[in-house]
């Protein structure tokens, strides 16, 4: 499985981006699918997670509220809608997904996923 990330960009403090993450390849077996990001200089943390369905998600508290995580698996891509971006949430973002099934009442590990793909950097300015 491959997957390709992109919508990143610069936007200031209050705006909004939407990043996509296409995956490719053998998506039969893709379950859950996640963002994760990491800014400079820190460890990459989750950000929300969605299970194989889109019927349960989960955020982290930094997020919630602002973010909301969507998939289309007839289009086998994951949307990332960040609303109301904070200087805070520069990072670069990385989506990932794994084969095993996902309850959505935690957030995901990253070395827990089986699937990365490359980052697209999102930079907010104040």
């Known amino acids: 499985v491959q997957l390709q990330a992109s919508g990143g960009g610069l936007v200031q403090a209050e705006g909004s981006l939407r990043l996509s993450c296409a995956a490719s390849g053998h998506t039969n077996s893709v379950n859950a699918m996640a963002w994760f990001r990491q800014a400079p200089g820190k460890e990459r943390e989750f950000v929300t997670a969605i299970n194989r369905t889109g019927t349960r998600t989960y955020y982290a508290d930094s997020v919630k509220g602002r973010f909301t995580i969507s998939r289309d698996n007839a289009k086998n891509t994951v949307y990332l809608q960040m609303n109301s971006l904070k200087p805070e949430d520069t990072a670069v973002y990385y989506c990932?997904?794994?084969?095993?099934?996902?309850?959505?009442?935690?957030?995901?590990?990253?070395?827990?996923?089986?699937?990365w793909g490359g980052g697209t950097l999102v930079t907010v300015s104040s």
């Open positions: 990932a997904a794994n084969r095993r099934p996902y309850s959505g009442m935690h957030p995901l590990r990253p070395a827990g996923m089986d699937y």
